[in-house]
């Protein structure tokens, strides 16, 4: 994980910079298009998304926000032991080894299916491990098939579980195409029907929920407890949905300029020869590479960063530690500052993810371990 800092050296090579009021901004965005008694439980996994975890949580926590959800136990342990109070559920899966893990550290772990609920019944624990318990309602990844109503009842019943909630997870919920609207309804359907049996058989089923970021804006009025934002949170948007929702970029990456050199008109500019200059040109090395994140997939595209509120373009290949721009007709010098994902249209999660053929998730969760970050505001 990612150290946090709240600030950066004069001499960091490459940095984020988490903007809290736009954070902040986002949330209050979703929390106007969602039913009044609604929750809001910030997802924060895979460092939230390359924000820095600790440093999201503990700005959400102080805003209000008192549930968290994770991907692994570790992830859990690394908030509590920096001082998160509240609920925190992990998403994935957690090997039985380390179930008094789960209790010490006063998490809440995801039922995978019937199984795992069984063998958590069987062990010996200090005390009830808290849970929620996952439905799956045609994502097929985890959770028991809302089928299978016979077994969600009997983990009901097992020993050892202080079952809190019970959730879906919707497939297509970023799709306006009829037929995946259809499917996104079924799943919908389909664990509501689930949700009723249970109730009017007499079981508390505790807190539910189905929406992460796309399942807000497009079905924004499902009667739950939580909803389940993540990259949305984040100000990143890139699905189709039927709320337009204005978000503000929280996360931007920067590094320096360490270099400029004047190359002459045919020489190669980086690995491999695949860029070789037709005319002179002036041209800045940047401290950031792919063993930072930034998809080595970006180089010989056009790919433009931004620098001195001027768009350069990355020529040759994307280096482990390092970059090259064209800045022939700017004004720059070593130390400035060179933003390779923010606010700006070309400069976009959204779009630079576009460009390297992925998703915003996969770009923004990627950004490696060597990068510092700073806290600023508007």
């Known amino acids: 994980m990612a150290l946090e800092k709240e600030e950066t050296s004069l001499s960091s090579r490459a940095w984020i910079e988490i903007n809290v009021e736009n954070l902040i901004y986002n949330i209050k965005q979703i929390e106007n298009i969602i039913p009044k008694d609604t929750k809001i439980m910030a997802v924060v996994k895979a460092n939230a998304y390359g924000h820095g975890m600790i440093t999201i949580s503990k700005i959400l926590e102080e805003y209000g926000i008192n549930d968290f959800a994770v991907a692994t ?14 609920n ?13 893990d789960i209790i010490k550290y006063n998490l809440i772990q995801t039922i995978v299916d019937y199984e795992y609920a069984y063998k958590l019944s069987t062990l010996n624990l200090s005390k009830k491990v808290k849970v929620h318990i996952k ?41 306006l195409l009829k037929e995946d609207i259809k499917f996104t309804q079924s799943q919908i359907n389909n664990f509501y029907t689930l949700i009723n049996i249970l109730k009017t058989e007499g079981y508390n089923v505790g807190k539910i929920h189905i929406q992460s970021s796309y399942g807000i804006l497009n079905y924004s009025n499902l009667k739950c407890d939580y909803v389940r934002p993540g990259i949305i949170m ?5 699905g189709n949905t039927r709320i337009k929702i204005n978000l503000k970029p929280v996360l931007s990456l920067k590094a320096k300029v360490t270099s400029i050199k004047y190359i002459a008109k045919n020489e190669p500019v980086s690995y491999g020869r695949k860029y070789i200059t037709n005319k002179n040109i002036k041209i ?13 997939s970006l180089s010989l595209k056009n790919t433009k960063v931004l620098i001195n ?18 800045i022939s007709n700017l004004n720059v010098k070593v130390g400035d500052a060179v933003t390779l994902i923010g606010d700006k249209y070309y400069i976009r999660a ?8 992925t998703i915003p998730n996969e770009l923004l969760s990627r950004l490696g371990n060597r990068l510092e970050y700073k806290i600023v505001k508007n």
């Open 73 to 86: 136990i570790e992830e859990g342990i690394t908030l509590r032991k920096n001082g998160l109070k509240g």
């Open 88 to 100: 925190i559920l992990i998403l994935g899966y957690t090997d039985l080894s380390k179930i008094e």
């Open 135 to 175: 439905i799956n309602t045609g994502m097929n990844r985890l959770g028991e098939s809302y089928k299978n109503i016979d077994s969600i009842k009997k983990i009901y019943k097992f020993k050892n579980l202080n079952i809190l909630g019970i959730y879906t997870h919707l497939v297509a919920p970023d799709s």
């Open 234 to 238: 984040y100000g990143v948007c890139s």
């Open 284 to 296: 800045a090395t940047v401290s950031i590479g792919y063993a930072d994140g930034l998809p080595r």
């Open 309 to 326: 509120n001027h768009y350069a373009e990355i020529i040759g290949r994307i280096c482990m530690d390092q970059l090259i721009i064209d």
């Open 350 to 357: 959204n779009f630079i993810a576009k460009k390297a053929s």
